[in-house]
């Protein structure tokens, strides 16, 4: 029984052109800052998003941590939602490894709240309480369902006023900006730190680019390495991060669609449970509290289907669209889904 796999965007494997980028690419070591590959994916990148340059790193997670460590000393705080990425994901690396503290606001989408978080910005009152030093920013929103963050903007604008960096963990920013219409750099060029993915929906087998100054990328790479993870020949998976970044933005589209054809097949099936017309990007988001059923009952009912599904929450199943996952197969899974589920 062949498997339809909407864990996540991560599942997909090297296509046959990028495998070809793959073994052609020209390395060096990167630890000596010797890789064109990777030189030319971290310049590519940085360019994307409207910054100086760029540092290639095996995952996300080690994305954030150097970016955040780079703009939060030991001992401050990060402001973030309270269901982002680097709050509940990162199995407490920013205290564990950066000794950073975090406070966070909550909304029902993960999204943005100005007031929120204006009343959160804690100043600098001296040797008594943790100071703000900075405030992360997940968009698209993983466990919110996808969303886009709406008032990026107004927050950049916030932070500018009062002297705060801001952090953005884009590892679905190209999703964003597909569906927004947003250039990259429009979001990019107002954070002093932003990371985005390879190896999610632009399918490529592994890393993320964290981007930022000249000053700030030159810190990061010296705490990659103090972090036991410099790379030598990584070319190799440059060269599959280049193929996706020039091959891969454009079909996210595709998994959008898919994703809002999932969401309708649900919501009509079990209503209540998704809301099709908040599906903004790949991911789907559904509450079956109403259905009596337990996430885990339907996980496994599922999986005996061929399908497999993840939870995010007591009650919340979470489906992701990707480019190994056919309009077809998105359909076969939604209709077996609702029938579990009614």
């Not at 698209?140 to 500018?160: P, R, V």
């Not at 990259?184 to 932003?194: D, E, K, N, P, Q």
């Not at 990371?195 to 790479?221: D, H, M, Q, W």
Request: glycine letters at 10%; one cysteine or more.
């Amino acid at each position: 029984m062949s498997l339809i796999d909407l864990r996540s965007d991560t599942v997909t494997r090297p296509s046959a052109g990028m495998l070809a980028a793959m073994t052609t690419a020209p390395v060096g070591d990167d630890v000596y800052d010797e890789d064109p590959t990777v030189h030319e994916l971290e310049d590519e990148v940085a360019g994307l998003l409207g910054h100086e340059a760029g540092l290639f790193t095996v995952t996300g997670s080690l994305a954030n941590i150097l970016g955040v460590r780079a703009l939060v000393p030991p001992g401050s705080e990060v402001l973030c939602e309270a269901r982002a990425h680097i709050a509940r994901a990162e199995l407490g690396a920013h205290a564990a490894v950066s000794g950073i503290t975090t406070r966070t606001w909550s909304t029902p989408s993960g999204l943005i709240d100005l007031e929120q978080i204006r009343e959160l910005i804690a100043p600098d009152l001296g040797p008594y309480f943790v100071q703000t030093a900075a405030v992360s920013v997940e968009n698209t929103h993983n466990f919110g369902g996808g969303t886009i963050q709406t008032s990026y903007d107004a927050l950049a604008d916030l932070l500018d006023s009062v002297g705060l960096p801001l952090h953005l963990d884009g590892a679905r920013l190209w999703n964003a900006s597909v569906a927004s219409g947003v250039p990259l750099a429009a979001y990019g060029s107002r954070a002093a730190a932003a990371s985005v993915c390879l190896s999610k929906g632009l399918g490529a087998p592994v890393g993320s680019v964290l981007v930022g100054s000249t000053e700030l990328i030159k810190e990061a790479r010296v705490w990659r390495k103090r972090l036991g993870a410099g790379w030598r020949q990584a070319g190799v998976l440059a060269g599959a991060g280049l193929y996706a970044v020039r091959n891969n933005v454009h079909r996210l589209a595709e998994d959008h669609a898919n994703a809002r054809l999932i969401a309708e097949i649900l919501a009509d099936a079990a209503p209540g449970s998704v809301k099709p017309d908040q599906v903004e990007t790949n991911i789907v988001v559904a509450d079956i509290a109403a259905t009596g059923k337990t996430v885990p009952e339907i996980i496994e009912a599922a999986r005996t289907q061929g399908i497999l599904l993840s939870g995010v929450g007591r009650t919340q199943l979470r489906l992701v669209t990707h480019l190994d996952a056919s309009t077809t197969n998105c359909r076969t899974a939604a209709e077996s889904l609702a029938r579990l589920l009614g």
